[in-house]
């Protein structure tokens, strides 16, 4: 709900004066907006922790599947409730591509990559998505970087790698953190691959078909998942619920409802506290820190993306 439509809900109530609400009202527009950007954060750090702690229960493939089995129920009942337009069907294929790096490999990267790394470490270097998207659409787009742009880019380049060595708390290349790099260069393509469709369609008509698309991709990775099921602790499926409606469904509404009040660049820089906030839920949650190698290099992969999102993008 908005808060022009909270406002109008007290059109009809008795009120000491005319306007006098409205004022007060519009009050609590930021706190809403900040509070949606809050919760966003928290849910989709938590993503990363819950995958860390189900991947042993389900396997990846798995669990991805579950998943974004729940997480399309709920855009179901979205698209529902919204009375969606579905896109036209010659623009599923490529929509289909969108779920395929978005959701399908993104998901599956991670899932893998979380068997062996720290849920913080994983999410740093997640968090490379911004320069990776950058490097994209500087080959593809023609968007141009300034020089900080390129130093932010080498900064990035180096903590990441500093990851990758770290990951396993030892001083070599772990399959499984490049396979969490992968994932974050799917999703940079993923980002990238939706500009066109989003000129024609709005993103819940976007984010619904790709991932449903997406979904059924993972199938065959996820075949197994009825006799896991059965056997499975009951709070680790419950977990997976919950990464399906909550970091996936409700994050993307409230994320949503955020890019309607606030510009996408500053919208965007609140997402640097994702990695941080994820690192505090997992030495909580799971008694685990990042090896120290992975979080100095986290620290510079953060400062790298920062860089090059605040200084380095020519107008």
Known sequence: MTTDAIDTMT????????????????????????????????????????????????????????????????????????????????????????GLFGVTAYNLGLNFGSTVMEAGAAAFLVNTVPIWTALIAAAVLGERLRPLGWAGIAVAFAGSMAILLGAGRSLSLQPAALAVLGAAVAQALYFILQKPVLRRYTPLQVVCVSTWIGTAAMVPAGLGLPTTLAEAPPVATAVVVYLGLMPGAVAFLLWSYVLARVPAGRASSFLYLVPPTAVAIGWVALAEVPAPLALAGGAAALGGVILVNTKGRRA
């Open 11 to 98: 059109a009809s109530e008795k009120a000491p004066a005319p306007g006098a609400e409205r004022p007060a009202l519009r009050a609590l527009g930021p706190l809403r907006t900040g509070g949606a950007i809050a919760f966003t954060v928290m849910l989709w750090a938590s993503a990363f922790v819950g995958v860390r702690g189900t991947v042993t229960v389900f396997p990846p493939g798995e669990l991805a599947l579950l998943r974004f089995l729940v997480a399309s129920a709920a855009l179901v009942l979205v698209a529902a409730a919204t009375r969606m337009a579905l896109p036209a069907w010659r623009d599923w294929p490529y929509l289909g591509l969108v």
